[in-house]
């Protein structure tokens, strides 16, 4: 959709089987990084990542602050032709995002 | 008008038993305790595991010698059945515990995720299935870390 912290694909790889990718623009600081000015940088990362097809709910990932800035996730789902996969995110600050394809 | 209130409580009732069904891996709780742990033993004390055990079953794939530890790629495989949950940690960096992963039916047990290695060490992977905990890891050395600014 229009969102543009987000690149989704959603490619059907095998019989039933869709490979899904997301690229999720995101900082992912740790808390432990500073600036050049020396100032601490806040810690900012993503804490959960959700999978669904058609709405229904696949998986669930939770993140710690480890997960390498705009992180590529993917993950091997059941799902076919015409079905809408979407992905979402929330990070430690309550901010989201969330992005749709259908399987071509 | 009891037509429709009939239809009313049908969907009220229908609703009711979804939020019952809806299985325990999707509603879980982030381990908040686990992520702020700040060693690998005290993320899992966290956690609240069974004693995991080796298994050849869990393939990690990564590359073994990493130029920029701020974006290792890492490729993991559970050849176990009914694999619900996959942990994964970079056994020295500062906090540990990088992802946990649950899984609903309807899903192969393969994930590929991009991770932080502060420094050369073992990423290890933890597969809970049927009440079960295994274990493998895989050891990636890291030129330059990837947690502290340089």
Redesign the interface.
Known sequence: MADNTFRLQAKRIGDG?VQVKALIRHP?H?G???TAEGEPIAPHHL??VT?A?NDQ?????????????N?????????GEGNRVSVAWTDNLDESGRAEVTVA | MTLARRRFLRAVLALALAGVTRSAWATAERAVNAFNGRSVESALGALDLPAAEDSALIDIDAPDVAENGANVLIEITVRIPSVERVLVLGERNVFPLLADTRFGPGVVPWFELKVKLGETSHVRVFALADGRLYTASRKVRVIVGGCLPG
């Open positions: 089987i992912n740790n432990l990084g500073r804490t959960e999978v097809v709910p696949l998986l669930t990932v939770h993140t710690g602050s480890g997960i390498a800035a992180p590529l996730l993917g993950w091997k789902i059941n799902a």
